[in-house]
């Protein structure tokens, strides 16, 4: 390699070192990303294949940066990991047998009805265009669009046999608290049993006023119009997920199931924190599980993180040092892409960065604003 083109990836990492926040860091690595890249010179392919490799310094020195003083890998033992599927293919899955409260289907999947909590129902619910986000005129749907992954975030006795009656006992209280609030459609306990919460036909609690979006329209409000999926589990730093292999076979079945019955593409299944807004202060991460460590590849899934979220891209959100320290290296991934997109689109407009988050922002609150008039007009037509 040339001497020159190591005189400035050596300025990079140093500066970057040197930038204490964690996001301003970030920018910075992304606003310089160019100069990281490799050269593209004609030479054999295990010479390209060297180049390609040194983006990772890097991203290696973002990581090192995110990671707390104190940090600790999960005790939780690694599961092996799936490859993921080349094509969006649902796997076929039917209905065997509904027997009393419990259903089987033809995956293995055993869904356990005794809890269900019915809701609100799901009629329709509204979706914009990517192209032209008009508050005004929506289109309406009445399907799930997609499935939203959640950590019960509840208290967790050690997975051991001399633990099963405490275990079983915190398992039934974190029932009754979901089952309570409706607050997702499905729980996972810790020994991979399948309880359905809130029916597939009715709204769950379970993500407010999150964004998402798929190649031509908007989710807003994905309690509508997603379902929830939730782990009984809690938040785990580190490369290993934040569930037992029981509960990752589980979570893959049921996706499968639930895929096929509302033709749900696997782009539109992600984690809660990646979808979570707070409306207030217009920041992304408001909550922050299943941030960095989903094993997505396990359960059937291409690993959506590095996709950009949408609430960055198209309504003008920004994060703070806090969501990118819960996120790691992979969700990073999608922030830099999104970042990428805002630039791209201000510049095509002849606008600044910061003129052009003011405009989506304010296509944000105007949605927000019918959503809450429509939920309102529904609670008064409820009571009369």
Known sequence: MHVVSLIPRTLIEHKAGQIVDPVERLRYLQRRSVILQPRVHPVSWKRRWKHRRL???ALALLLGCLLAPGYKASRIEPIEPVAAPVADVVAKVWLVDKSGDFETYSNGLRIDDRFVAPNQKRIF???????????????????????????????????????????????????????QSHSYHFLIDRFGQVFRIVPETDIANHAGYSIWADDSVLFVNLNSSFLGIAFETQTQHGDQPSANPAQVHSARI?????????????????TH??????????????????????????????????????SISAF??????????????????GLALAEDQMQTQAAARGITVSQYRAILKKKYKEILAALKRAAAANDDNHET
């Open 55 to 57: 983006p990772a310094l």
């Open 273 to 310: 924190a990646q979808v979570s807004v707070n409306p207030d202060n217009m920041l992304v991460g408001y909550h922050t599980d299943w941030a960095g460590n989903f094993p997505f590849l396990a359960i059937g899934l291409n690993d959506n993180y590095a996709a950009p979220p949408p």
């Open 125 to 179: 619910y509204p979706v914009y265009k990517r192209d032209a986000i008009d508050p005004d005129n929506p289109e309406w749907r009445s399907e799930p669009a997609g499935i939203v992954y959640h950590t019960t975030e509840s208290d967790q006795a050690r997975f051991t046999e001399e633990e099963n009656a405490r275990l079983k006992r915190i398992g039934q209280a974190v029932i009754g608290v979901v089952q």
């Open 254 to 270: 049921l996706t499968e199931m639930l895929r096929n019955k509302y033709h749900i593409p696997q782009s539109n299944c992600v």
């Open 316 to 333: 003008g959100f920004d994060y703070d040092p806090v969501f990118v320290h819960a996120t790691g290296v992979r969700l990073w991934q």
